[in-house]
């Protein structure tokens, strides 16, 4: 329940999310400034769709652990450190949610297991195809979370955006 749109530009990227929060059948809108969906921890910008809980995890784990590199690879090694830190933690390895991750001068796009690095651009989540359409016409990571919130009722205002 949620959009996370990402515009690879010429001097870096923009990563955009709605503001959406779903508990059960209740949706939360527009009261919270500093949601779950798109942060910045230790230089990496994180977009991410799915439960609050794994992600509020994975930014607590990020205080104290990095991306070796900013490539496939370290982001595949850091992941498996963080389901095996998850595990302890919750009894719970899996690493459900779908993630944009911006590091560095790069941004991957993390579903399971399978990583792959946005050469142009991408979306996730409730939204994404909404906005992969108005990326794919040319429009800004945040016209494209507009776009989804627009005709998704699983997305909502105000946009979050974060730029490198």
Known sequence: MSVVACKINI???DIASDSITV?????????????PKLFEVNDVIVGS?????????????????TFRD???????EL???FSDWKYKKIDNSAVENNYLLGIGNNVFCVEGWDIQKVTSYMAIGAGQTYALAALYLGQTA???VETAIELSIYCAYPIRKLSR
């Open 11 to 13: 001097n870096g990227y």
């Open 23 to 35: 508990r059960g059948y209740t949706q939360t809108t527009g009261g919270v400034a500093d949601g």
């Open 49 to 65: 769709t799915g439960k609050a809980e794994e992600v509020m995890l994975l930014r607590l784990f990020l205080d104290t652990h």
């Open 70 to 76: 900013s490539n496939e690879q370290s982001v595949l």
């Open 79 to 81: 992941l498996s450190e």
């Open 142 to 144: 945040e016209k494209a």
